[in-house]
């Protein structure tokens, strides 16, 4: 993994653990995914970054 791609996989592992925290509070998702739904398509769309989900399951 290149420096530029391991910065921009570490700020958007920070970016979804905020997301994560907010999650609790949000009481109406309206037609939105909850955060775990959210993730659920995320992993099958990107999966193989393993890189990224290597951050995020820390």
């Given amino acids: 993994m290149t420096g530029g791609k391991s910065k921009r996989y570490r700020h958007a592992a920070r970016h979804l653990a ?3 925290s907010c999650d609790a509070t ?3 998702f309206s037609d ?6 959210f993730l659920e398509i995320l992993r099958k769309e990107h999966g193989r970054k393993h890189g990224f989900w290597r951050l995020v399951d820390l």
Avoid at 32 to 37: F, I, N, T, V, Y
């Fill in 18 to 20: 905020e997301c994560r």
């Fill in 26 to 28: 949000i009481t109406d």
């Fill in 32 to 37: 939105h995914p909850s955060h775990a739904q």
